[in-house]
C-alpha cells in the first residue's frame, strides 16, 4: 500500500551552517536543536549590540534608554534569526520585501503597457497550434483537461487501490518531468449540448418557423444563461519537460497510464492552443 504522508528529505543545497545542535544535560533536558547559523547570527547580534552600547551615544543615556534600546534589539533579532516553515531566515526575507513595494504589488495587462512584469509571472513563452507550450525557462509541455476518481464515497480497498496505482506512476516517471495542476472555475462547458441541438435541428424535416423559433431560443439559453452564468471546477494537467524528449516521454507515460487504467484518470483530454489561451485568460482576467 502508498504512504498516506512523505518525509521530505534534507534539501541538497544545505550546507555546514545549516546542521542543527542541541545542547542538552546528562538527564535528556535541555533546549530543542538549533541551527547553527542561527546561533552564529545571536553571537554577532550580541557582539553588535556591545559594540553600539559601549562605542556611540546610546550608552551615555540613562540606563531605561539602555534597556529599551537592548530589548529592542533583542526582539529585532528575533524575528531575523527566526525560522518560517521553509526554513528560511527572517533576513533573508528582507530584499523580497523591500522589492513587494506598491508599485510591483499591481500588473498592468492593457496592450499599450509594457508586458515585462506580466511575462515574468505568466512563464509562457508561446503556446503552439498543436497545444505545445514553450516556457520561459526552456522547458516545454503539454496540457490536458482531465477528471479524477476521488470521491468521499470511495470504499477503503478502492482508495488503496488508487493510491498504489499513483505512486506506481509517479514512481516510473522521468525526474525530467513535472506535473502542474491547475483548478479553475470556468463556465459550463456546452460544446456537446450545442452539436446536439445542431443535429436536431438538421434532422428536421420540416422547417416550421415556429420549430426553428424554439431551437434558436434553446440555443440562446444554452449559449447565454447555462454556459455564461453558470460555473464548475475544472481541473487540467500541464505536464512539463525539460527538453521536447522528455516531455514526449512524460505524455507517453500519461497516455498509457490513463488507457491501461481508470484509477488515476478517469478522462484526461489534450488541450490545443484555443482552449489552453481561454484557459489563461480565465486565471489572469
Known amino acids: 500500500m502508498a504512504k498516506l504522508s512523505y518525509e521530505?528529505?534534507?534539501?541538497?543545497?544545505?550546507?555546514?551552517?545549516d546542521s542543527e545542535i542541541a545542547v542538552k544535560s546528562r538527564e535528556g533536558l535541555g533546549f530543542q536543536a538549533v541551527p547553527l547559523r542561527v546561533i552564529l547570527s545571536i553571537l554577532a547580534s550580541a557582539l553588535g549590540l556591545m559594540l553600539v552600547l559601549f562605542r556611540s551615544f546610546i550608552g551615555?543615556?540613562?540606563?531605561?534608554i539602555v534597556f529599551l534600546f537592548a530589548l529592542a534589539?533583542?526582539?529585532?533579532?528575533?524575528?531575523?534569526?527566526?525560522?518560517?516553515?521553509?526554513r528560511r531566515m527572517g533576513i533573508q526575507l528582507l530584499m523580497p520585501l523591500m522589492s513587494y513595494t506598491k508599485a510591483n504589488r499591481r500588473v498592468a495587462t492593457r496592450r499599450t503597457d509594457d508586458a515585462a512584469a506580466f511575462y515574468s509571472i505568466l512563464g509562457i513563452?508561446?503556446?503552439?497550434?498543436?497545444?505545445?507550450?514553450s516556457f520561459v525557462d526552456g522547458g516545454f509541455g503539454y496540457c490536458y483537461r482531465v477528471v479524477g476518481t476521488a470521491s468521499i464515497l470511495?470504499?477503503?480497498?478502492?482508495?488503496?487501490?488508487i493510491l498504489d496505482r499513483i505512486d506506481s506512476y509517479y514512481r516510473k516517471l522521468d525526474i525530467d518531468v513535472g506535473?502542474?495542476?491547475?483548478?479553475?472555475?470556468e463556465p459550463q462547458r456546452i460544446h456537446n449540448q450545442l452539436v446536439a441541438l445542431k443535429r436536431r435541428y438538421e434532422r428536421l424535416k420540416a422547417k416550421d418557423p415556429d420549430l426553428v423559433r424554439l431551437v434558436a431560443e434553446q440555443e440562446e439559453t444554452l449559449t447565454d444563461y447555462v454556459g455564461g452564468r453558470f460555473r464548475t471546477i475544472h481541473q487540467y494537467l500541464i505536464i512539463k519537460g525539460k527538453s521536447q524528449e522528455a516531455l514526449t516521454?512524460?505524455?507517453?507515460?500519461?497516455?498509457?497510464?490513463?488507457?491501461?487504467s481508470a484509477m488515476m484518470f478517469r478522462q484526461c483530454v489534450s488541450v490545443h492552443r484555443k482552449e489552453m489561451l481561454h484557459l489563461l485568460q480565465a486565471i489572469f482576467s
Request: proline share 2%; net charge negative; charged share 20%.
Open 60 to 64: 551615555q543615556g540613562g540606563i531605561g
Open 8 to 17: 521530505i528529505p534534507t534539501s541538497l543545497d544545505a550546507s555546514f551552517l
Open 179 to 185: 506535473h502542474l495542476f491547475v483548478t479553475a472555475k
Open 154 to 161: 470511495l470504499f477503503d480497498s478502492d482508495k488503496n487501490a
Open 249 to 260: 516521454i512524460g505524455a507517453a507515460a500519461l497516455a498509457m497510464e490513463t488507457e491501461s
Open 125 to 133: 513563452d508561446e503556446v503552439a497550434e498543436d497545444g505545445l507550450i
Open 73 to 86: 534589539w533583542a526582539l529585532m533579532t528575533m524575528l531575523l534569526v527566526k525560522y518560517d516553515k521553509s
